[in-house]
């Protein structure tokens, strides 16, 4: 079978390294395509030109080259309706239709199914306007939630601590901050506890859990500065425990898989849960409807299954013949090599050198990077993913940081205390024990 996977970043370049070992691929003939792809990407797949939001291109592409399984790997083009297009030609496809997909288009939408189905998530209020959001602020205590309703590249949240950081915050998001995502602006109430990602494949019926990791989204160590789309990530979050885990499938994902179906939207693909950890128990902060990125290089790392199979069950309705996804027991860390002036303008053209970073079993997911005259470059904010494998969180990060360390890029920053929170809960264990 032939295979195309839509997308050119680190999620991409990870799922592309994991679907080339496929045994949907195994056949003389059988080849990956991937557009546009990156330099690393190109290690795995045939690199060819194709607009994602050229709907008639991507199924003439796959009309002409036998494709059997579209993979779609950002969110745009899933909430742009491309998943209907290629439904609609009969090609198989991975990701949700445009009605579903806005579990991640629409803030607001996924709050309001979170209120017919009894989800647990933050109390909220919809504003339109500038004047609606400002009078909205009444019901609210500080720190103020503010989010763009619609896709901003995982920036549009903002944390203004003050009535008066919320104001300025707002107008900012209604002046165009964000463009047309924030033409709508949701306020949410503050929750307090501990972040963590679910994540769970549907074909629209069945439900299996696919995984856990923690992001890190501040640009600074110790959860300092402004948001970005993701500094680096560990998978499992073991502060999930298997009761937190059966409340998140009990009382988030299921109700959402079957409100979906029973309004006439089910929704195929994978369900990415942002998850507060309260008092109360675990509460929807939002959805994605597709891998996290970084979170998808450390899923990738763990997993044993056969990737292009679980795609291709979900895509075909018929994962309820899978019985369960199988993950290493070890964990698996990434950290983000990112340009400087990131989340701002970064600072592209740096030349990289990876050395011998992959030399212990590492892997260097390429994010942004580009070739210039044969030389590695930086050609985008979030450049590398460098990503390792150890028995305890404490212990891949080290293994991480040693590959990160053999890379010279001068013109590269990454936090360097990625996983410090279970690093900190795991040192605290073995000074129980040893006491």
């Known amino acids: 079978m032939n295979i195309l996977l839509l997308g050119g970043g680190g999620r991409e370049h990870a799922l592309a390294w994991k679907l080339a070992k ?31 939001s050229d709907h ?53 939408f996924t709050k309001d199914l979170c209120q017919r189905a009894g989800i647990p998530t933050a109390g909220y209020v919809r504003a339109t306007s500038l004047n609606n959001a400002l009078a909205a602020l009444e019901n609210f205590n ?70 856990s990791a923690q992001d890190h989204k501040r640009v600074g160590e110790g959860d300092t500065g402004p948001n970005t789309g993701g500094m680096g990530a560990y998978s499992p979050a073991r502060i999930l425990d298997p009761i937190t885990r059966g409340q998140v499938l009990e009382r988030i994902i299921a109700p959402t898989v079957r409100t979906l179906a029973d309004e006439g939207t089910p929704y195929s693909g994978v369900l990415f849960a942002g998850l507060m950890l309260t008092e109360h128990g675990p509460k929807l902060i939002e959805y994605n409807c597709r891998f996290g990125d970084p979170e998808c290089q450390v899923l990738m790392m763990r997993l044993e ?50 050395g011998e970073a992959e030399e212990d079993g590492a892997k260097v997911f390429h994010a942004g990077t580009a070739l210039k005259d044969g030389q590695l470059v930086a050609s985008g904010g979030r450049v590398l993913n460098v990503t390792a494998l150890g028995e305890t969180v404490t212990e891949a990060a080290a293994a991480a940081y040693g590959a990160v360390d053999e890379i010279e890029a001068p013109s ?21 024990k040893a006491s």
């Open 56 to 108: 008639g291109a991507v199924i003439a592409f796959c009309d002409g080259h036998g494709v059997g399984l579209v993979v779609v790997g950002p969110e745009a083009p899933l909430v742009d309706g491309l998943g209907d297009s290629l439904r609609e030609a009969g090609i198989a496809v991975f990701g949700p239709s445009k009605a579903a997909a806005q579990l991640e288009g629409s803030k607001g």
């Open 142 to 211: 500080p720190p103020y939630v503010l989010k763009a309703d619609g896709l901003a590249a995982g920036k549009g949240v903002v944390i203004a601590e003050t009535r008066t950081d919320a104001e300025a915050a707002l107008a900012e998001m209604f002046g165009g901050q964000f463009g047309e995502a924030g033409a709508e602006v949701v306020i949410e109430e503050f929750m307090t506890g501990e972040e963590a990602s679910f994540f769970a494949l549907t074909d629209g019926a069945s439900v299996m859990t696919f995984g």
């Open 412 to 432: 590269l920053f990454c936090r360097r205390d990625i996983g410090w929170r279970e690093i900190a809960r795991e040192a605290a264990a073995r000074s129980g």
């Open 305 to 354: 299954d056969d990737l292009g199979e679980l795609l291709l069950a979900c895509a075909e309705n018929r994962l309820g013949t899978i019985q369960r996804v199988h993950m290493r027991s070890e964990t698996a860390l990434t950290v983000v090599m990112a340009a400087e002036g990131y989340p701002g303008t970064p600072q592209k053209g740096g030349a990289i050198d990876l």
């Open 22 to 52: 496929s045994r949907l691929l195994a056949g003389r003939d059988d080849t990956l395509y991937a557009a546009p792809g990156n330099p690393g990407i190109a290690d795995h797949a045939q690199l060819v030109a194709l607009d994602a």
